[in-house]
């Protein structure tokens, strides 16, 4: 039964390897186990009460991470599933030892180049780079997306080797169209032209891991695209998976001790993204989360999903009809404004990361197109990530702890990050962490960029023992790529002058509890009010476009001045401050309030609110009084 399949797999996994792959296998499964016993909460009190009471054991990286807010999304890697499959018969055995010698002859033929180097005492850093690129892209798929990986892995690779594997692209010939079109059969169940009434003769797009097909549904006319997965490729990633734990389990002592990080963690991590690639069912759910999250949205456009026309080997989903990202002469002759668009493209990244959590592992120029109507438009599900509410609520606090300037606070978001391991000593990194800030403070809002913190940055995580977690490298990733796309389309672009204005009016706005608390620590420094800093969040929030309305916001903190003792002390410190009142600060920020608090909305907010307010006000008044 069930329960004795995952005894086995448990069991199985703790025979194989008793470190970290176990670890984070057994992790999974009990984080697979919390997540159906959630589901069945409803129908099953007993069930969820027991999983609420399971809690991980954070004295490991992998249990750490999955406090931190590891990917709920359902893992198909494990250490055991992975060597069951590459070396099931003796068929597998001899292709896997075959593939092998193909990649130790590989790796031969670069580190004897790197031996010549040092013999000479010529450092050819362009040259190997390059050499190290050309042969990931020879080997295959699965060592394409490691370099791709390793490109944005400052904590593993050199920063002059991480530009070159930048440039891998993952583009190959197309295998044959007889073949695809077997597979789209024999997963829908019957002939092609009984669904399509057209379909592209030859595919559209062709990568590493499959191919892309144009077709027009017979049942509603509407146009699809169809993506296939390359035959035979499964076998061949398990067996590249193998080789590379297994090599990791040789190095992982140096790797330790040398470089900080565990890399038999870093195989297991890269594993389920890349298996997560290969699952077209588990895409679909991706594409699926990010339609309903966007669902008539006025800036965005994810593609409908046709669940009933997809399978493990194909996934269909609505042709995006949009011009490509990278290409300004089209966007333009289309008569969409490019600055709005990078306005667009900017705040949709933003919104996937810190409001819904879930957002696009792999926003490259292939995957992202400008619609007509100035929507920006994503395709590509198979590499997503989540973040947890807490993991969202963290990076909210480091920005806030950046803007105070308060770099203890944000040593400590590096461990609840999971970036930093439970009880490492943070006070070396601290002035590390001041002096990169400091200097990306000094520098003007205009000549602020990711690609410079990030070079910044990975100088510190070869200094300290900081480990960049799979998921915030694909956020890394994703910022780097969206940024490099914007200068693309605008060579002066600057990230954070479209970034602050929305991280400002979500401060500004959002009702939520924990960002209202994130918003007084931005206004309180040291438990005095900065009239500028609110003066400057509003004026950025202006600048984000669409409607701002402080009105809710006025209405709360309203509320919170007639039931919080502490916060009205402290305002009427503020407005007193060096003993006068604060005349010209009030004004200026009433004058800036007049046109954003509506009052009718404020009168009437406050009608609804008052028995709620009222309620509040006895309980506050109950308590001096008992107290």
């Given at each position: ?24 296998s057994a992790a999974r499964e009990r984080a697979q186990a919390h997540r159906v016993a ?197 076998p061949i990633i398990y067996r590249d998976l193998l080789l590379f734990r297994t090599l ?380």
């Amino acid at each position: 039964d069930d329960g004795a399949d995952d005894d086995a797999a448990r069991d199985g996994a703790a025979a194989w390897d008793g470190g970290v792959g176990a670890a984070r296998s057994a992790a999974r499964e009990r984080a697979q186990a919390h997540r159906v016993a959630a589901a069945r909460r409803s129908s099953s009190r007993v069930v969820a009460r027991a999983t609420r009471q399971a809690q991980p054991d954070a004295r490991d990286v992998a249990e750490l991470a999955l406090q931190n807010g590891a990917c709920a999304i359902k893992p198909k890697y494990s250490p055991e599933v992975v060597r069951e499959r590459a070396t099931r018969g003796p068929g597998e055995v001899a292709k896997t030892a075959a593939r092998c010698a193909k990649i130790v002859f590989n790796a031969a033929r670069f580190a004897a180049g790197l031996a010549l180097d040092e013999v000479s005492q010529n450092e050819r850093v362009v040259s190997r780079s390059e050499q190290l690129r050309v042969q990931l892209a020879e080997l295959g798929p699965s060592f394409v997306k490691a370099g791709q990986v390793l490109a944005n892995r400052p904590d593993i690779v050199r920063s002059d080797y991480m530009e070159e594997l930048c440039k891998l692209q993952d583009d190959v010939p197309a295998f044959d169209n007889a073949q695809a079109f077997k597979i789209m059969e024999d997963e829908l169940g019957r002939p092609i032209d009984e669904v399509f009434s057209t379909i592209s003769p030859s595919p559209i797009a062709a990568a590493s891991l499959g191919q892309v097909y144009r077709a027009t549904l017979r049942s509603t006319g509407e146009e699809v695209a169809i993506k296939v997965q390359r035959p035979g490729i499964e076998p061949i990633i398990y067996r590249d998976l193998l080789l590379f734990r297994t090599l990791a389990w040789f190095i992982n002592g140096y790797s330790i001790k040398q470089l900080g990080c565990n890399a038999q963690l870093i195989v297991d991590e890269f594993g389920e993204k890349l298996l997560e690639e290969l699952d077209y069912v588990q895409e679909g759910r991706n594409l699926q989360d990010f339609y309903d999250n966007f669902k008539n949205d006025p800036i965005v456009k994810i593609p409908k999903y046709y669940k009933e026309l997809s399978g493990s080997k194909i996934l269909t989903m609505e042709w995006i009809d949009g011009i490509r990202c990278t290409d300004p002469t089209g966007i333009v002759a289309a008569g969409i404004d490019v600055e709005e668009f990078i306005k667009v493209g900017v705040v949709s990244g933003l919104r996937q990361l810190l409001e819904f959590g879930l957002f696009h592992g792999d926003p490259h120029p292939g995957n992202i197109f400008a619609m007509r109507d100035g929507r920006i438009a994503y395709v590509d599900f198979g590499n997503v990530a989540q973040l947890t509410q807490t993991n969202k609520e963290v990076l909210v606090d480091a920005v806030v702890h950046a803007v105070n300037e308060d770099y203890d606070g944000m040593a400590g978001d590096f461990i609840r990050l999971g970036f930093l391991a439970p009880g490492t000593d943070v006070r070396p990194i601290v002035p590390a962490l001041e002096n990169i800030w400091q200097d990306a403070r000094t520098a003007s809002l205009a000549n602020f960029n990711f690609r410079t913190v990030t070079s910044s940055f990975n100088k510190l995580v070869f200094q300290y023992p900081i480990r960049i977690p799979e998921r915030f490298s694909l956020v890394i990733r994703s910022l780097l790529t969206q940024e490099g796309i914007c200068m693309t389309l605008n060579p002066d672009f600057k990230f954070l002058e479209v970034a602050y204005p929305y991280v400002a009016k979500r401060l500004l706005t959002d009702r939520d509890v924990s960002l209202r608390e994130r918003l007084m620590q931005v206004l309180f420094k040291q438990n005095k009010f900065q009239w500028r800093r609110l003066e400057n969040l509003i004026g950025l929030a202006r600048e984000s476009g669409g409607d701002f309305d402080l009105t809710e916001t006025a209405a709360d903190g309203a509320g919170l001045l007639l039931t919080d003792s502490k916060l009205r002390q402290q305002l009427i410190l503020a407005a007193t401050e060096d003993d006068r009142l604060q005349v010209d600060e009030i004004s200026r920020l009433l004058i800036l309030l007049q046109k954003e608090v509506k009052l009718e909305k404020l009168i009437n907010n406050a009608v609804s609110d008052g028995p709620n307010l009222a309620r509040k006000l006895a309980l506050s008044w109950s308590s001096k009084v008992l107290s």
